[in-house]
């Protein structure tokens, strides 16, 4: 009680979405009667975390739990799946939402966006917090689209463990199987880079079609995990009624009479009642055991000594911290299974993700040393608010964050004042007076921190982790840059595959559209803008087209702009085949000082792919270079690799050589990059030239009458089928496909099959044209054919 007194006197306003009820004194309800409420969605919620009934927790453990009882979760799969329906019912029994949301009627908590809810799709990752039988859950819903995997990736960064959604009635094929590949494995793959342990939930079992064995077999032998069954299902399809907990050996039966699937119960399974099932159940728990065994030595030695005779004599509890180690190593994946849109499951899945997933404190993260307590966190997402300004969402690592407090920002080397900390709940927020490690939390105030920043409690804070670094990199004798890079971990942001241009309706409204784009690729670091030279015009570049027409949307729906956008163009890029050697001279008096400068170089093609341009200087002139002449011969490289002379592409694989160059005194440095920059650009116009194009990997799932047609169709696109897949009554087609033959694909490949194909693409590599592809793409640019 005194803890909530002070919080009032303090004047600290938390969102609610009701008051307390049965408050004994009545100072403090009145006290409490000013605390702000934000209700932002048309829908039902229920009390503040640990609120429930007349329970009132101390508020300290309402804004910042144990550590241990933490857990940040993140949801992930492919499209379609059932990841944003998931997520519904674990608010829903959670106790945060009164009533359920559906994808298909545009109501559900974490899709928030009018796009997303017209879509039905997750573009952004919505974040929310609740709580969950004493744990607090901070869970991400994550999108499943391919343009759309910048949002994953820089959500797995910061979280301590995720679950993976699968829809059963296609195994990780997912959805008529056409995005294995594409997007299940590269979910999965970036999972593994940032070392996330998964559990993983069979969804839709009570699809017609849904096999639980051909399910848990896909996963074995596409994803190359050891999958542990906690779960059986009882039935399959439309006879799926619940679940066998395989390490209890109960049955969870839910009630078919039930509206919201809260109402089921959980019967052990006896020899009298379920001969078959008991038999079956004991059968997988056996295997279970001995699977956990070869994967846990001390959890061997416990049934090798005390429970060799009888593997029923085993204490359900040991073998649940025996699969909570081997989870938290990697070596193997829990799989449970339900059917979210049912409402059945869920629960199970809840206390799977506490049980088996790591808090923040069993995460191994190795920059944490170097910081010795102090405040070391991650901006890992920023959203643009029309009343609160920037919100970014921060994962603190280590130490302790609280309102208006002064934090440094490594990344930008700058300082900023953090005015309020925010909980998420989707786009609800309730105000906390302090963070603590562990935690995902939102930040109001800071204007220039971008997604990937490492933010610190000061500069001299960054400077002593910098030197510890530094030392147990010497002792481990690692590289420094090893240390730096640890220190300042973001997220890899893709290169973008398409752009057109973007023109607001009228001249005066080109600060308004600047102001747009700066605020979403702050939000979004895969969208790139840039300006072109030749025409003046904003230029979009996006991961896709379906990225591309969300931005577009968000200009018109977030900022009133009505943009148009250009037609799509691919992002080519342009390579030379031979070496080539130039000389230029740049005289130039400005003033009364006279610039003058001659260089000689060469530019040769590299075997590595880089998009940068590899630079290195000959013995002749490397010792007698100057610091500022190098930074300037670099400049000016760079900038002539930007456009390409035949498309105005970037060029890769290219190395420069500098074999002279003579300054006169004077000279500026700017001069000096021209120089380089105009001599480059005429070694490379003299130099046999290439065009290379993104190729794709694609896969397309149809049924047998229509494969022709479409195989068809892909020859025509210059397609390189690969092979051609048989799951259950469909045909898969895997190869690759050149990007610009794909664009409008979608709505050729319904007209093909009436609808009933799927398909996926992800970005596979560039690849050179052909001589006659890229003779015509040449003469379309240039307005011959």
Not at 167 to 171: H, I, N, Q, T, Y
Not at 228 to 238: A, D, N, T, Y
């Given at each position: 009680?005194?803890?909530?007194?002070i919080?009032a006197v303090?004047q600290?306003k938390?969102s609610?979405?009701h008051?307390f009820?049965?408050m004994?004194?009545?100072?403090?309800?009145?006290?409490?009667?000013?605390?702000?409420?934000?209700v932002?969605?048309?829908?039902?919620?229920?009390s503040?975390p640990?609120?429930?009934?007349?329970d009132i927790?101390?508020?300290?453990?309402?804004i910042?739990?144990?550590?241990?009882?933490?857990r940040?979760?993140?949801?992930m799969?492919h499209?379609?799946a059932g990841k944003t329906?998931t997520t519904e019912?674990?608010?829903?029994?959670s106790?945060?939402t009164?009533?359920?949301?559906?994808v298909?009627?545009g109501?559900?908590?974490?899709?928030?966006m009018a796009?997303?809810?017209?879509?039905g799709?997750?573009?952004?990752s919505?974040?929310?917090t609740f709580?969950?039988?004493?744990y607090r859950?901070?869970?991400?819903?994550?999108?499943g689209h391919?343009?759309?995997?910048?949002?994953v990736?820089r959500?797995?960064?910061v979280?301590?463990?995720?679950?993976?959604?699968f829809?059963?009635?296609?195994?990780v094929?997912?959805?008529?199987?056409?995005?294995?590949?594409?997007?299940?494995?590269?979910?999965?793959?970036?999972?593994?880079?940032h070392?996330?342990p998964r559990?993983?939930f069979l969804?839709k079992?009570d699809k017609?079609?849904?096999?639980?064995?051909y399910?848990v077999?896909?996963i074995r032998?596409?994803?190359k995990?050891?999958p542990?069954?906690?779960?059986?299902?009882?039935?399959?399809?439309?006879a799926?009624?619940?679940?066998?907990?395989?390490v209890r050996?109960?049955k969870l039966?839910w009630?078919?009479?039930s509206?919201?699937?809260?109402?089921f119960?959980?019967?052990p399974?006896?020899?009298?009642?379920?001969?078959?099932?008991?038999?079956?159940?004991?059968e997988?728990?056996?295997?279970?055991?001995?699977?956990v065994a070869d994967?846990?030595d001390?959890?061997a030695d416990l049934?090798?000594?005390?429970?060799?005779?009888n593997?029923?004599?085993l204490?359900?509890?040991?073998?649940?911290t025996a699969?909570h180690?081997?989870?938290?190593?990697q070596?193997?994946?829990?799989?449970?299974?339900?059917s979210?849109?049912?409402?059945k499951?869920?629960?199970?899945?809840?206390d799977?993700?506490?049980m088996?997933?790591p808090?923040p404190?069993e995460?191994?993260?190795?920059f944490l040393q170097w910081?010795?307590?102090d405040?070391?966190a991650?901006?890992?997402?920023?959203?643009h608010?029309?009343?609160?300004g920037?919100?970014?969402?921060m994962?603190i690592?280590?130490?302790?964050?609280?309102?208006q407090t002064?934090i440094?920002n490594?990344?930008?080397?700058?300082?900023?004042?953090?005015?309020?900390?925010l909980?998420?709940?989707?786009?609800?927020h309730?105000?906390?007076?302090?963070?603590?490690?562990?935690?995902?939390a939102?930040?109001v105030?800071?204007?220039h921190t971008a997604?990937?920043?490492t933010?610190?409690?000061?500069?001299?804070?960054?400077?002593a982790?910098?030197?510890r670094?530094?030392r147990?990199?010497e002792?481990?004798?690692?590289?420094?840059?090893?240390?730096e890079?640890?220190?300042l971990?973001?997220?890899?942001?893709?290169?973008?595959?398409?752009?057109c241009?973007?023109?607001?309706?009228?001249m005066?409204k080109?600060?308004d559209?600047?102001?747009?784009l700066?605020?979403l690729?702050?939000?979004?670091?895969?969208?790139k803008?840039k300006?072109?030279?030749?025409?003046?015009?904003?230029v979009?570049?996006?991961m896709?087209e379906?990225?591309?027409?969300?931005?577009?949307?968000?200009?018109?729906?977030?900022y009133?702009l009505?943009t148009y956008?250009?037609?799509l163009?691919?992002?080519?890029?342009?390579a030379i085949?031979?070496?080539?050697?130039?000389t230029?001279t740049?005289?130039?008096?400005?003033?009364?000082k006279r610039?003058?400068?001659?260089?000689?170089?060469?530019a040769k093609p590299?075997?590595t792919?880089?998009l940068?341009p590899?630079?290195?200087?000959a013995a002749s002139?490397a010792?007698?270079l100057?610091?500022?002449?190098r930074e300037?011969?670099?400049?000016?490289?760079?900038?002539?690799c930007?456009?390409?002379?035949?498309?105005?592409?970037p060029v890769q694989?290219?190395a420069?050589?500098?074999?002279?160059l003579v300054?006169h005194p004077?000279?500026?440095?700017?001069?000096?990059?021209?120089?380089v920059?105009r001599?480059l650009?005429k070694a490379l116009k003299?130099?046999?030239?290439?065009?290379?194009?993104?190729?794709m990997n694609?896969?397309?799932?149809?049924s047998?009458?229509?494969l022709?047609?479409?195989?068809?169709?892909?020859?025509?696109?210059?397609?390189?089928i690969q092979?051609?897949?048989?799951?259950?009554d469909?045909?898969?087609?895997?190869?690759?496909?050149?990007?610009?033959?794909?664009?409008?694909?979608s709505t050729?490949?319904?007209?093909l099959?009436?609808g009933?194909?799927?398909f996926a693409?992800?970005?596979?590599n560039y690849?050179?044209?052909?001589?006659?592809d890229q003779s015509?793409?040449?003469s379309?640019?240039?307005?011959?054919?």
């Open positions: 009680m005194s803890n909530l007194r919080f303090n600290k938390i609610s979405l008051y009820n049965n004994c004194s009545s100072k403090i309800r009145a006290s409490l009667k000013r605390l702000k409420l934000h932002l969605l048309g829908r039902n919620y229920s503040l640990g609120l429930i009934g007349n927790k101390s508020l300290h453990s309402i910042n739990p144990p550590i241990a009882k933490i940040n979760i993140g949801i799969a499209i379609d329906t019912r674990i608010l829903y029994y106790g945060y009164r009533s359920l949301g559906d298909d009627d109501d559900t908590v974490t899709d928030f796009q997303e809810r017209e879509r799709i997750t573009i952004q919505a974040a929310v709580d969950w039988k004493g859950i901070n869970l991400i819903d994550t999108p391919v343009d759309f995997t910048l949002e990736e959500c797995l960064r979280l301590d463990g995720a679950v993976a959604v829809d059963a009635s296609a195994g094929e997912v959805k008529n199987i056409a995005k294995v590949k594409a997007q299940t494995l590269t979910v999965w793959r970036q999972a593994d880079k070392k996330v559990i993983c969804n079992m017609i079609g849904a096999s639980f064995n399910a077999e896909s032998e596409k994803l995990a050891k542990l069954l906690l779960q059986l299902p009882i039935g399959e399809g439309k799926f009624k619940g679940v066998v907990d395989v050996t109960e039966l009630n078919p009479n509206d919201d699937g809260k109402d119960e959980r019967k399974l006896l020899e009298m009642s379920d001969p078959k099932l008991l038999k079956e159940t004991t997988a728990r056996n295997a279970l055991i001995e699977q994967l846990d001390e959890f049934v090798l000594g005390e429970f060799s005779e593997f029923d004599l204490p359900a509890e040991k073998l649940q699969i180690r081997v989870t938290l190593a070596t193997a994946v829990p799989v449970l299974c339900g979210a849109l049912k409402n499951g869920v629960q199970p899945l809840l799977a993700i506490t088996y997933l808090s404190e995460r191994n993260y190795e910081y010795k307590g405040l070391c991650l901006a890992f997402k920023v959203l608010d029309k009343q609160r920037p919100l970014v969402f994962r690592y280590s130490g302790m964050l609280k309102p002064a440094h490594i990344n930008g080397n700058c300082t900023e004042r953090v005015s309020r900390l909980l998420p709940f989707a786009d609800q309730i105000e906390i007076p302090l963070l603590t490690a562990g935690n995902i939102l930040t105030g800071l204007k997604t990937g920043d933010i610190v409690s000061s500069r001299s804070s960054a400077l982790a910098s030197r670094a530094k147990e990199g002792k481990k004798q690692k590289e420094n840059n090893e240390a890079r640890l220190l971990a973001g997220v890899e942001i893709p290169e973008p595959v398409f752009f241009t973007i023109e607001p309706p009228s005066a080109q600060p559209l600047d102001h747009a700066k605020c690729q702050r939000e979004d670091p895969s969208l803008v300006l072109d030279p030749d025409s003046g015009q904003t979009l570049c996006g896709g379906l990225h591309i027409e969300i931005i577009h949307d968000r200009i018109k729906r977030e009133g009505e956008l250009g037609p163009q691919v992002a080519y890029r342009e085949l031979n070496s080539i050697r130039a230029d740049l005289d130039r008096t400005l003033g009364d610039h003058l400068v001659t260089v000689e170089l060469e590299v075997e792919s880089s940068l590899v630079i290195e200087y002139v010792g007698d100057s610091q500022a002449s300037a011969f670099e400049n000016g490289v760079h900038s002539a930007l456009q390409g002379p035949l498309l105005g592409s694989d290219v420069v050589t500098l074999h002279s300054i004077g000279t500026s440095t700017t001069m000096i990059s021209a120089c920059s001599c650009q003299k130099a046999d030239k290439q065009i290379l194009e993104p190729l694609l896969e397309v799932t149809v047998r009458e229509y022709s047609p479409v195989l068809a169709d892909l020859a025509q696109r210059r397609g390189n092979e051609i897949q048989s799951r259950q469909n045909k898969v087609v895997i190869g690759y496909v050149p990007l610009a033959e794909i664009m409008g694909y050729v490949l319904r007209t099959t009436s009933s194909a799927t693409l992800e970005l596979s690849q050179a044209m052909n001589p006659q015509t793409l040449l379309q640019r240039h307005g011959l054919s």
